[in-house]
């Protein structure tokens, strides 16, 4: 009986192709997702693995002034693999079961306790005389020693190491995905599958098939689609792995210089990892399926009733569909109604279809949106060095062709003694109202060109600001917690605020800092050029003649920072470097180089990089859905061949045949739109509020509804609705009505 029922599904596996297909190519793209997601997972694993060994070497602990006949005794502890020697040094490597006990093992190597090695591989739990004790035992280690802690960690322990294990745990995630989206698309098109020789079924039952030969027999089919699935897509998910791994390579290539390289690999642990999640997906999928073929009634399968429901009260007819659709309008109402089960499919498809390509492309559109505020910066490579004539220097880099604007910062520390400038925020704050009461304000300069352009960007006058020793005050407050900042000072434009330099952090004598007065020229929340990059709220900005009076007080004239707006970043950033380092070798002179520009580059290329795993993820995860959708309703109008042939017996028209499918899609089409664009909507709300709370500064983001990625989820189910539904019609209307109620009826 078995080879009966087994010989019945080949011939349905042959003589229903689409459908064939359709299951094969769902288990296929689940298949080669999985498969691809495992292996680039090893990728990235074998990668970092490489990596450490070509930039620090493959070994695991290295011991400095030992002789090779000292180096002996390493060769006998229990775990160690391999020593040996070079220029002094002894180097060690673990085999298998010396890195399963790595603490062990180290700690004999390096003559210390377990304990000791476990600090040393990054353990931090103990108490204070643990700590000591283990420290005791550092210092009394007889010769110099290094251990490869990544290298050892990646080859012992790969969840111990933090970006392996960021990737390992999206792998994970993602491959859950995968299943479960691939479980309930691929069971659907078992259910299909079933449903479509539902009738045959009851045949076989009513002539002594046993439930468990059905159940079998489902199985069976399974195994068969399986298994050309199964192939299939571990041969694309290879390919796509390829793809994957030469263009990240490309990328990191040109983003990085360390030389970290992303290798093709093709492992047998990945490729049966992949395998046994797609056998487990199809397993789960064809479950459901058997044992409901299995418990079918033989009356109800020959009828071909048992998933039609009907409810007189649910089947009521709302007036506006009669009225705009006339007859083709009821029918198609009626049948979705009617035959809920095999409607829903489509519209849960079409409803994570359209929830997974609006969530992820927001999201993909808010993470480009914060890079780009948080780079929105008015200057491109940042420099700061302390030496003696610093300003000197940074005023000659600012004179290079490839400087278009800059600012030359210099900054000093003011004890504020006027208490009628300093705010009542600011007493309540720091819990005093004593006249005694001293601020400390940053005073800054910016340089002669930065400042003429500040003052005119304010309608001032530079050259009336600087006669006068004038300053401009500036509070902006920013960050998450920006209401919560308390400014220092209540000042208004024509105070007069009056300090001195901050003596005892400068070193000097209190009778050394005279006092000064700073007039406020205006008050702002605008920032001169690279203000915004100070990181700060609050300052005073005065001239750069005021600044060098103040500087010559305080004796503090040898750090500067210079920001420089320029269109050949990397090009002035090295002409700076060479600048700098000529200096480097004299005493006390410290610099940094930062340039803006490559730092954003390689952020826009690890989004970019980002974005392609994420877009090719989700794409394959939509094929699945769509290709649920179509084997749906192409199925579903394939088994209902027989309701059209009866509906075209009693004077049906082809046009109103094609009013009523194409009626049936759009209800279809519209609940599932109208489920899952308000689902995408607040997924697009929660989304915003996890970005706004991790934001440093959330008032450079602003809530944009997903108004274009919904038109285009709209338009796009539309369309392919159009596209099926056009295609089956087509080929019912070449269809013999007699034929098909005489088949039927067989």
């Known amino acids: 009986p078995m080879n009966l029922l087994n010989k019945l599904s080949m011939n349905s596996i042959k003589l229903n192709k689409r459908r064939s297909i359709a299951i094969i190519t769902g288990i296929m793209l689940a298949v080669a997702l999985l498969t691809a997601v495992s292996s680039m997972v090893y990728c990235g694993y074998y990668s970092l693995l490489t990596y450490e060994k070509n930039t620090k070497g493959d070994y695991h602990v290295v011991i400095y002034d030992v002789s090779k006949s000292e180096a002996v005794k390493y060769e006998a502890i229990d775990g160690v693999d391999s020593v040996w020697t070079d220029e002094g040094a002894c180097y060690i490597k673990m085999d298998r079961s010396g890195l399963m006990d790595y603490n062990r093992t180290l700690g004999d190597i390096l003559g210390v306790s377990e304990a000791a090695a476990d600090f040393l591989m990054g353990d931090s739990d103990y108490s204070d005389e643990e700590y000591e004790a283990i420290m005791t035992e550092l210092e009394n280690i007889e010769h110099g020693w290094d251990i490869n802690t990544t290298l050892m960690i990646l080859e012992a322990d790969p969840l111990k190491e933090s970006a392996l294990k960021i990737v390992i745990y999206m792998g994970i995630a993602a491959a859950l ?428 290329m690890f989004l970019l990089t980002l974005g392609i795993f994420l877009f090719g993820f989700i794409l394959v995860v939509m094929l699945i859905g769509l290709t649920n959708i179509y084997n749906t309703i192409n199925t579903g109008i394939e088994l209902r061949k027989s309701e059209f042939a009866a509906l075209f017996s009693v004077g049906m028209t082809p046009k109103q045949f094609e009013q009523m499918i194409r009626l049936e899609s759009m209800f279809v089409g519209a609940k599932a739109l109208a489920i899952g664009i308000p689902v995408s909507v607040l997924m697009s709300v929660l989304l915003y509020v996890i970005m706004v709370k991790s934001a440093d500064d959330p008032s450079a983001l602003s809530y944009r509804p997903p108004l274009l990625e919904a038109a285009i989820s709209i338009i796009v189910v539309i369309g392919l609705l159009y596209m099926i539904i056009r295609g089956a019609s087509k080929r019912l209307m070449r269809q013999n009505i007699i034929e098909t109620i005489r088949n039927e009826n067989v």
């Open 177 to 604: 995905v995968v299943i479960l989206t691939s479980i309930y698309c691929i069971r659907n098109s078992f259910d299909i599958s079933i449903t479509e020789r539902i009738r045959q079924y009851g045949m076989i039952a009513s002539v002594g098939a046993t439930g468990r030969q059905i159940r079998k027999n489902v199985f069976f089919e399974a195994f068969v689609l399986g298994a050309a699935g199964l192939l299939s897509g571990l041969c694309l998910g290879i390919l796509a792995e390829y793809i994957l791994v030469r263009l990240t390579d490309h990328m990191l290539f040109e983003t990085y210089s360390e030389g970290f390289h992303v290798y093709f690999v093709i492992s047998p642990l990945a490729l049966f990892a992949a395998l046994l999640m797609g056998i487990i997906t199809i397993y789960f999928s064809a479950r459901k399926s058997a044992v409901r073929a299995a418990k079918i009634s033989p009356i109800n399968a020959i009828r071909n009733i048992e998933d039609i429901k009907a409810d007189k009260k649910k089947l009521k007819i709302p007036g506006w569909v009669e009225r705009r659709f006339g007859t083709p309008g009821v029918i198609s109402y009626k049948s979705t109604k009617r035959s809920k089960k095999r409607f829903r499919t489509s519209q849960i498809s079409i409803v994570v279809s359209v929830v997974v390509f609006i969530s992820s492309v927001y999201f993909a559109s808010m993470t480009y949106d914060t890079l780009e505020s948080a780079y929105d910066w008015d200057y491109s490579v940042s420099a700061s060095i302390e030496c003696d004539d610093a300003y000197e220097l940074m005023r000659e880099i600012a004179s290079y062709d490839e400087v278009k604007a800059y600012s030359l910062v210099r900054s000093l520390i003011y004890d504020v003694n006027s208490i009628d400038v300093i705010s009542d925020d600011y007493k309540e704050y720091v819990g005093s109202n004593d006249y005694d009461i001293t601020a400390v304000v940053d005073v800054r300069s910016v340089g002669d060109e930065a400042f003429v352009s500040y003052c005119e960007k304010l309608g001032l006058d530079a050259d009336e600001v600087t006669d006068n020793k004038e300053g401009i005050y500036i509070f902006a407050p920013s960050g998450s917690h920006k209401d919560e900042i308390v400014a220092t000072l209540d000042a208004k434009a024509g105070d007069v605020v009056t300090g001195r330099i901050d003596y005892d952090y400068y070193g000097l004598d209190e009778d050394d800092a005279s006092e000064m007065s700073v007039s406020i020229a205006a008050v702002t929340s605008e920032f001169p050029i690279a203000g915004k990059a100070w990181g700060g709220h609050e300052y005073i900005v005065v001239s750069d003649s005021f600044m060098d009076e103040l500087m010559a007080q305080a004796g503090a004239d040898g750090r500067i920072m210079g920001f420089f707006d320029t269109d050949s970043a990397s090009k002035l950033y090295s002409r700076i470097d060479d600048a700098f380092s000529k200096l480097s070798y004299d005493e006390g002179v410290g610099y940094a180089i930062s340039n803006l520009e490559e730092s954003y580059n390689t952020m826009k």
